[in-house]
């Protein structure tokens, strides 16, 4: 029965990290409605994850729910706080009005601009390490990649933001299903305070003179009939920027991994680019960045044999719907040639939180790659069987990716940019 709890695993230890799938897939066939905690569930199978995303009887409420990871009000704590602000974790009507205010930023109307936007700083990361011969693909280019975008869309200071990284991911921990210790909530606490403090200074300045970004539309709402609250702006251009790189960030150093561990498809793209979009999708389900996503039973839920109480909190495994047998032929395998009529992957997740920067993530994905294989198509990953992940689960990401390729006219000419 799916309410019982017949395996036990330590979400924190090296081997979960290393190969969560394995876990997912014993968990699945096991127990797919897994009783983390008196009040909460975690799901595996992919037709459960897609109902509860789009199911309407499930919303948001994220202190409830650390209420009950914690033992306690949490709404006290900075970090805490500002999260529980973020858009994404409301639920209608106030998710509606931030939602279709940002969403012009990210139209299909904007997609070409954004494109060329990636396409470019896709060439000057890669200009400014190609004759060196070798890079950490992570450091070099997945992370300050979607970062330099997102400033661009925020226009804040590059400098500022890449300084950052430590601050981001320690205010993200609060995401993670392992409830944080003292020590994290302090760093998760300090990361919120300094983004905060640094994006008033931002909302400040844009006050005194307005642009036409991100932060000029939000501040243009708070003074409109949509009226946000100087806390609302704050807190929602704090989650853009985290939204809009860690996850790419992530995305697409698991992309390169699991291509360069499958050299035969890998030649097949390089020869005909074409394949690009077909292989972003595949490598989003194959192993996406975010795993885990989270909705609060708004009323009594029937949830294959578990009946799911109001208040109780259903974590959507996205990692391990991607992979349900179910759903995809050999899930296991890393296919760019999966037929078409393939069910679309949960990693965006689904229904009115379906996430509003996918059209941005995808255009990332896809220039970066064309700019990476075309302009260094002799590059190779040194370790491809011993990957240093983040021992985080919520966000799944490697810690560093090495390159190393030879340097020849062919790799440094400004001109051989396969586009």
Not at 52 to 63: A, E, M, N, P, Q
Not at 185 to 206: E, P, Q, T
């Amino acid at each position: 029965m799916s309410a019982q709890a017949p395996i036990e695993f330590d979400l924190r230890s090296p081997a979960f990290i290393a190969d969560p799938y394995f876990f997912y897939d014993r968990l699945r066939a096991a127990c797919p409605i897994y009783p983390l905690t008196p009040g909460a569930w975690l799901v595996t199978r992919y037709a459960d994850a897609d109902r509860v995303l789009r199911d309407s009887r499930f919303g948001k409420d994220f202190l409830i729910g650390m209420a009950r990871r914690y033992g306690r009000d949490m709404s006290k704590e900075p970090a805490f706080a500002v999260v529980n602000r973020f858009m994404l974790l409301m639920n209608p009507p106030e998710h509606t009005r931030l939602r279709l205010l940002v969403s012009k930023a990210f139209s299909a109307k904007q997609a070409p601009e954004l494109r060329h936007l990636t396409r470019r700083t896709s060439e000057d990361l890669i200009d400014g390490f190609i004759e060196t011969g070798h890079a950490d693909l992570v450091a070099e280019f997945a992370y300050p990649l979607p970062v330099r975008i997102i400033c661009a869309m925020l226009g804040i200071g590059l400098e500022d933001s890449l300084r950052f990284q430590k601050e981001t991911q320690a205010l993200l921990k609060v995401f993670e299903l392992v409830p944080l210790n003292v020590e994290e909530i302090d760093a998760a606490n300090a990361a919120a305070n300094l983004f905060l403090d640094y994006f008033s200074d931002v909302c400040r300045s844009r006050r005194q003179q307005p642009t036409t970004d991100l932060v000029s539309l939000l501040l243009k709402a708070e003074e409109g009939d949509d009226r946000l609250s100087e806390d609302e702006v704050i807190a929602n251009i704090v989650m853009l920027f985290l939204a809009g790189h860690e996850t790419t960030a992530n995305m697409l150093g698991n992309a390169l991994l699991a291509l360069y561990r499958n050299r035969e498809q890998l030649e097949s793209i390089k020869a005909d680019l074409s394949l690009i979009p077909q292989t972003v999708e595949e490598c989003l389900r194959y192993d996406s960045s975010v795993h885990v996503a989270a909705r609060l039973a708004l009323e009594r839920v029937q949830l294959g044999d578990v009946t799911v109480q109001p208040g109780d909190t259903v974590y959507i495994n996205l990692g391990a719907a991607n992979r349900d047998p179910a759903v995809y032929e050999e899930p296991e395998r890393f296919s760019i040639y999966r037929p078409p009529g393939s069910k679309n992957s949960v990693s965006f997740g689904g229904g009115v939180h379906y996430c509003l920067g996918a059209r941005l993530a995808r255009i990332e994905m896809e220039e970066a790659l064309k700019a990476l294989f075309s302009r260094i198509p002799n590059l190779s990953i040194k370790g491809l069987e011993s990957p240093h992940w983040k021992a985080t689960l919520t966000i799944r990401g490697l810690e560093h990716l090495s390159a190393v390729w030879r340097i020849g006219p062919s790799d440094t000419e400004s001109g051989n940019r396969g586009f």
